[in-house]
Every structure is written in structure tokens, then in C-alpha cells.
């Protein structure tokens, strides 16, 4: 915990020294004159350039408010702040960089670090990335800072089927190429994976978040075989972003001293994620949708799933953009996301009737960008929550408000 206060302290101290002095402090900002992809989130960050050290400092915060109700029970106003982020990189020598970035949720209540590793640059389409390393599955996992975003609350299904900010232990390669308007890129990675958590876990239902319980997983594998997640995608500028993704293991313990207690049961997910600008009208369109399929024994009961799917999808229409209370090229945006999640893909056994477990969404809103790094936000959220007999749904709606920014 010292340590953490003392990265607190220092990221204070520079800042006022950067007032005071700017040839000590140079804020270093994102390129964005190149085809940047999701996978680049990590490094296309504002930093601090700490005079001529090899170290730069950055981070971003995240507070909002609520109101929400469920089935005409309201739960009242509630003030949030989920979490508060610190990343530091430093470029060891030519080629040789390492970046770190650590996450207080709930008001400092969970402190993790979600990204830490070293990267050794060999060639384009060739480097080596070894430590914690932050799984590209889909898109939002990679390139999730609440800054970028329109909207407070995260995608549902990147949050439950993903589970959000997945990381772990781990080791990789990834290329990327570059030529006119064309940008590829891949990565490959070895980890530590899940667990058993994912169907033995108090949701009562598979629910891939429950293997974020265990810390264990940065320090040895659940059962010894290696988690490998792989994705590919290609950003053409007059047409977006695709990427395709995939995550795959064995997730149970199947052997202990030698003795073979249970077959090898694999958990498998598959995402498509795809970004474009529409050029005339600057629409901003996003949209992820992930699939995941789990070997459940026979021995659960059907509630839970063996095939999970869900997705979003975010537009975002900016319809004022120029000076605004004496903020240069502010931006005023309409937003909407719509999104779905079914947690259990199959039929009653007895009577082939559907298994619902499912959930319905849609969030419009509103934000103003003071800058580009900075975001107010409210946004109204309805959704439909079904259970596995398809009973009426629950109906929970809601405001937030809140903000999100870079320092």
C-alpha cells in the first residue's frame, strides 16, 4: 500500500511541477495520424515525459451516479467510483520497453495490476511480449478505458461472458504491418487460464467472471495446461476495423499425483468485433459479439450453459462540434447501445422447449467532450432480464451521470 500512496504522491507532485515548469514535464499525446487498432490501446495513451528519464505516467479516473429501479422497487441515488487507474511505461533500452498498469476498484477497496510486461521489439511483424498480459479477446478487453467511452457502464456481454479485463500470466509474439491505408496486426499468447469457478461458483449458472476470484493464476496454472488466445485483425482507412479473436482451454482440474480423476473439459470462445467512422456524417459505429461454448458435465443440472452468446452495439453522433464555454473543439455527442446476452443457448431435455436466461438492453444518451481525453456522460438504461423458464421479465431501468478523464 506504500508503494501505491507513493505513485499517487509522485503523479501529483509531477503535475504541479509541469504547471510550474514545462521543459521538465512534456505531456506526450496519442498519434493519431496512424491506422491505430484496438490492440494498441495499451500504448496510444497520454503520458508524462519525466524530464529525460526513461519513464513516462499516466492514468484516468472514472465517478458517476445513479438511479435505479426494478419492478417499481427503487433503490434511490447512489454516487460511484469504480475505479482509478496509474500506468507507467519506460523504454529500457532500444527496442526494449515495459509498461504497468494498476487499477483501484470501489474506492480503493480491490487494487490489481491489470497489465505488466516487457516487450522486445525484433522486427514488425515479429516481437516478443512476456508477463501480465491483458487476453485480446474481442475488442473492449484491449481497449477499455473509460475515457474513450460514451457510456458509464461497460458492455454487458464483455463483462459477463468476456470476462471484463481478463489478464493473466503469461507469454507471446505479435506483428503488425503497415502499407498506405492498410494496417495488420496479429498476436498469440501462452497464459495461465480458468478454472473450475466458471460452473462451481454461487451464480449458479457457467458465469466466466468467477474465475477473476482466483489470484492464484499469476503465480501457476489451475491445472498445467496453457491457455492460448489468438487474434487477428486488418483497419483499412476508408472502411474500419475487423478483428477476429479466440480463447481456448482446459479449464478443470483432470489429474492430481498421477491420478486421472476426470476428462479434459475445454472452454472455447470466439469473438468479431468491427469499428468504422461513417465519413460524411462522422457516425461512429461499433459493434462486438462473442460466442463461447463450455464442456459442462452431465452431472449439472441444465441451468447451466454449455453455449453462451452476446453482443453490443454503440452508436455515436456528434451533432455539436466547436467552442463551448470557452473550450476549444468541444464535442457534444448523441449516443445509443443496444445489446443482448443469453447465458444458456439450448432446450429443456424433456420437453425441447427453450431455455431463456437471457438479457435485453438499450442505453441512450448524451456526452460533452470539453477534450478529447475528457467526457461527461448520462445515459438511461432499460433492460429485460429473463429467467431460464422464460417467466415475465424483470424490468430495471434507470439514470447515470457521471464523468471519466485522463490526467
Known amino acids: 500500500m506504500k508503494k501505491i500512496f507513493f505513485l499517487l504522491i509522485l503523479t501529483t507532485s509531477i503535475k504541479c511541477l509541469a504547471q510550474k515548469d514545462s521543459s521538465f514535464v512534456n505531456r506526450i499525446k496519442p498519434d493519431t495520424s496512424k491506422l491505430n487498432l484496438n490492440m494498441d490501446a495499451l500504448y496510444t495513451r497520454p503520458f508524462l515525459q519525466i524530464g529525460k528519464l526513461p519513464l513516462s505516467l499516466g492514468g484516468y479516473v472514472e465517478a458517476n451516479s445513479s438511479y435505479f429501479g426494478t419492478n417499481g422497487i427503487r433503490e434511490g441515488l447512489s454516487f460511484q467510483l469504480p475505479r482509478l487507474t496509474l500506468f507507467m511505461s519506460s523504454t529500457i533500452k532500444k527496442r526494449i520497453k515495459f509498461l504497468s498498469e494498476i487499477e483501484f476498484e470501489e474506492g480503493g477497496r480491490k487494487i490489481s495490476i491489470e497489465f505488466a510486461s516487457m516487450d522486445i521489439e525484433l522486427l514488425p511483424l515479429l516481437n516478443l511480449r512476456g508477463g501480465i498480459v491483458m487476453n485480446p479477446i474481442g475488442a473492449f478487453n484491449q481497449n477499455h478505458d473509460g475515457p474513450k467511452w460514451e457510456f458509464i457502464s461497460r458492455p454487458i456481454s464483455a463483462t459477463t461472458i468476456i470476462p471484463s479485463t481478463w489478464n493473466t500470466v503469461g507469454f507471446g509474439v505479435f506483428g503488425k504491418y503497415r502499407r498506405n491505408n492498410l494496417t495488420w496486426a496479429y498476436e498469440l499468447y501462452f497464459t495461465n487460464g480458468f478454472d473450475d469457478k466458471i460452473i462451481a461458483n454461487t451464480e449458479n449458472r457457467t458465469w466466466l467472471p468467477a474465475s477473476k476470484q482466483n489470484t492464484e493464476r499469476f503465480e501457476k496454472s489451475f491445472n498445467g495446461v496453457p491457455l492460448i488466445t489468438a487474434k487477428t485483425a486488418v483497419r483499412y482507412k476508408k472502411f474500419g476495423e475487423l478483428g477476429i479473436s479466440w480463447m481456448g482451454g482446459v479449464y478443470n482440474k483432470f489429474e492430481v499425483d498421477g491420478l486421472v480423476i476426470d476428462k479434459r473439459r475445454r472452454i ?3 469473438a468479431i468485433d468491427f469499428n468504422t467512422t461513417l465519413p460524411k456524417i462522422k457516425t461512429n459505429v461499433n459493434i462486438e459479439w462473442v460466442w463461447a461454448i463450455v464442456d459442462v458435465p452431465k452431472t449439472y443440472s441444465q441451468q447451466f450453459g454449455s453455449k453462451l452468446q452476446g453482443g453490443f452495439l454503440d452508436i455515436v453522433q456528434p451533432v455539436i462540434r466547436r467552442k463551448i464555454l470557452g473550450w476549444e473543439n468541444s464535442v457534444v455527442n448523441l449516443v445509443f447501445r443496444t445489446e443482448y446476452t443469453d447465458y444458456n443457448v439450448s432446450n429443456f431435455n424433456e420437453t425441447g422447449e427453450n431455455i431463456y436466461d437471457h438479457l435485453i438492453a438499450i ?25 431460464i423458464l422464460g417467466n415475465p421479465p424483470a424490468l430495471t431501468a434507470g439514470f447515470q451521470f457521471g464523468f471519466s478523464t485522463y490526467f
Open 363 to 387: 442505453v441512450p444518451g448524451i456526452s460533452f467532450r470539453p477534450s478529447s481525453q475528457t467526457v461527461i456522460r448520462a445515459n438511461y438504461r432499460y433492460h429485460w432480464q429473463r429467467d
Open 268 to 270: 472455447d470462445l470466439l
